[in-house]
């Protein structure tokens, strides 16, 4: 039970201090190195915003912010729901994804950076 509630507060601890430092304010947090040199959002960016909004309860303004990001808050509520009921029962939780998930995963973030620095897909950009 240690491993996965030290998980769950490491997390809550993190978007607790992004929700109480806003990064739409200067000065707090760096810039994104890639989009500082390259003039490219990546997939990351408008990630911090997005957790300060989702923090918040803003879950129009975290979309709008980073939308795969709110995603992946889905996808690891799913998964610390799974390893804390696996937790408690008394079994082992191992995640093993074969290659083709991680090629998957690889084209959904390729796909996902480029289309939100391509005029049409502004939507995405932060």
């Known amino acids: 039970m240690l491993t996965p509630v030290g998980t769950l507060a490491a997390v809550a601890a ?53 939308a795969l990001a709110v995603v992946g808050y889905g996808v690891f509520a799913v998964v610390m729901v799974l390893w804390l009921v696996r937790a408690i029962r008394g079994m082992p939780m191992r995640v093993t994804l074969s290659p083709a998930w991680w090629w998957g995963i690889g084209a959904v973030l390729a796909l996902f950076t480029l289309v939100r620095n391509l005029p049409f897909g502004s939507a995405l950009a932060p």
């Open 14 to 66: 993190a978007f607790a201090y992004v929700g109480t430092v806003d990064p739409n304010e200067p000065g707090h947090y760096p810039v994104c190195p890639t989009l500082r040199f390259t003039g490219l959002f990546c997939p990351g960016c408008g990630g911090l915003r997005s957790a300060h909004a989702f923090a918040h309860g803003d879950l129009a303004a975290a979309f709008g912010s980073n």
